[in-house]
């Protein structure tokens, strides 16, 4: 019932709204039903009255299931916008390193548990309506015989059962069907990702798409399959379950005398005619408990769809002076799914304002680890960051990430200038579109980039022009270089950087480029997760440019 809960909370009063228009068409159905039953069991005494009575009936049946399908599609597409907004606001608001361990969940949830839960919306009227018609053709019935009545509830409650209690099988089979379309979409992830790779080789290609794709969509497929047909069959059971007591009442009349003959037809005719609404009724409740199911799923990503949305705050305006940044005693550990584990710390480091630093070591020693740490993407597990020697406060890491501008390896770069599309310079982006040989491939208007379509070192050089545009007080760049020619490596190291520094910036470059290692004011050397050294070297006089 958690779904009713989140579209009261979305828009209430529509909710409702929806809610009682949707329980008056199924009262106006089962009012249908019987005006037409007494018309036939009077042989049409009073044709004005009956007929003036089908027609507010039926008026007022037409007038409530539009109205209520218009006010629950509202509330329902509200709904799946706010979950959509809402799940992306709160994946931002989450641990970086656990939606790292949880990243191919993340799309099963944007794609797949987002649908089933619009599905649940948009058949929310009809269940409602069902219901509706469910209760009146009931009341109705009580008047028609209440033995008979009697009978139908024990039938009724019969069906439910039989129909409820296989819903702890559905249960059990959406757990794996989770986890292979989690599979499924992490394998779809790394087609994209690695396209490169698996055209150049036909042995990986085929291996990719025989032995680990194919497999695992061909098993979702298959739980897909069972989940429907258990579905079916047990509503389909409720349906014939209920059709077999009404027949056992019908035949054995001449055991039980409950009533007459004729008057069972009336009875039969309402019943009938409730099965309808009877099916939508219980087939939303198998509805939910998918429904559930993706919320639990939800929460096992560490985001919590059902606790109070956080503010997005907006970001401050930036300080009017860089604090000393400084890490003591940091220490940080993954724990692997196998038992390994790496281990960063402890981290002893301050930072001084304008200076370049360069982190280097080789792969797997802590490098990007340390970044993310200083950077505040990962929260130390002991020790603290510093700000002119004063401990951060959890909730000052939001202002402590806006200092940096920060290029990662894989930086994704946004079309649009994101935060600046109105406040851009038209000229300064057009300078350093030039000054980074992106003015043939890429313009800048009206906010955004033209394209985004480059190759990775053109790419890098576009994420270099956005980091310059948002001009923070300290910019972080993790192996900048790897993916540039020697002209472009040497521009950055002569030129951008020596720039930023000349502007009384923080620079921070992770770097495996020796030959340039003389450029830096500091060298910060890692090693299986330890600082081996952190000293300046002796800087010759700076060559022309």
């Known amino acids: 019932m958690r779904l009713i809960w989140i579209l009261f909370k979305t828009d209430r009063w529509r909710a409702l709204g929806g809610a009682i228009l949707g329980t008056l068409s199924g009262l106006s159905c089962a009012a249908i039903v019987a005006t037409i039953n007494r018309v036939i069991n009077e042989s049409g005494a009073h044709p004005h009255r009956d007929g003036m009575i089908f027609l507010v009936c039926w008026l007022a049946y037409a007038l409530c299931s539009v109205g209520s399908a218009y006010f629950l599609a509202h509330v329902g597409q509200s709904v799946i916008s706010k979950l959509r907004v809402d799940f992306a606001r709160r994946i931002l608001a989450a641990p970086l390193v656990k939606l790292e361990q949880k990243g191919g969940r993340l799309f099963t949830i944007l794609i797949d548990d987002i649908n089933v839960i619009s599905m649940a919306v948009e058949r929310l009227p009809a269940a409602l309506a069902g219901s509706a018609t469910v209760i009146g053709g009931i009341v109705y019935l009580s008047l028609i015989s209440q033995s008979l009545t009697l009978c139908f509830l024990l039938i009724l409650a019969g069906g439910g059962v039989c129909y409820l209690l296989p819903l702890n099988r559905i249960q059990r089979q959406l757990h794996p069907l989770r986890e292979e379309s989690n599979r499924a979409y992490a394998l779809l992830q790394a087609l994209h990702s690695g396209l490169k790779d698996l055209l150049q080789s036909g042995r990986r290609r085929h291996a990719f798409l025989n032995r680990h794709l194919e497999p695992v969509v061909r098993r979702q497929g298959e739980l897909q399959i069972r989940i429907r047909l258990l579905e079916t069959i047990f509503g389909r059971w409720g349906e014939l379950y209920l059709l077999l007591g009404l027949a056992a009442l019908l035949f054995t009349i001449p055991f039980h005398g409950?009533?007459?003959?004729?008057?069972?037809?009336?009875?039969?005719?309402?019943?009938?005619?409730?099965?309808?609404?009877?099916?939508?009724?219980?087939?939303?409740?198998?509805?939910?408990?998918?429904v559930d199911a993706c919320l639990e799923g939800i929460k096992t990503?560490?985001?919590d769809l059902s606790a109070p949305a956080g503010a997005d705050p907006y970001p401050p305006p930036p300080p009017s002076r860089a604090p000393v940044i400084a890490l003591h005693e940091v220490r940080f550990h993954y724990s692997g799914s196998t038992g390994s584990a790496f281990v960063l710390g402890p981290v002893n480091l301050v930072f001084d304002i304008p200076e370049i630093v360069f982190v280097v070591g080789g792969n797997g020693g802590g490098k990007s680890t340390l970044l993310k740490l200083l950077t505040g993407l990962y929260v130390p597990a002991s020790g603290a960051i510093l700000h002119d020697s004063r401990p951060l406060e959890p909730g000052e890491l939001i202002v402590h990430r806006d200092l940096f501008s920060v290029v990662f390896s894989d930086s994704h770069v946004f079309e649009p200038l994101l935060g600046q599309e109105d406040t851009a310079s038209q000229t300064e982006a057009e300078r350093l579109l030039g000054a980074t040989r992106l003015q043939s491939r890429v313009t800048f208007a009206d906010g955004r980039f033209s394209t985004t379509d480059l190759s990775s070192g053109q790419r890098k050089r576009l994420a270099l022009v956005v980091a310059l545009l948002d001009d923070r007080p300290i910019y972080v760049f993790d192996e900048w270089a790897a993916d540039q020619d020697p002209e472009f490596r040497r521009l950055f190291y002569h030129h951008f950087l020596p720039d930023l520094k000349r502007r009384g910036r923080l620079v921070i470059a992770i770097t495996h480029d020796e030959t340039y290692f003389d450029r830096a004011d500091r060298i910060i050397r890692l090693g299986e997760g330890r600082i081996l050294s952190d000293h300046r070297p002796v800087r010759p006089p700076s060559p022309a440019s």
């Open 301 to 303: 990503t560490g985001v």
């Open 258 to 290: 409950l009533v007459s003959y004729p008057l069972f037809g009336s009875f039969l005719l309402v019943v009938l005619f409730m099965l309808g609404g009877l099916t939508s009724a219980i087939g939303f409740i198998g509805l939910l408990t998918r």
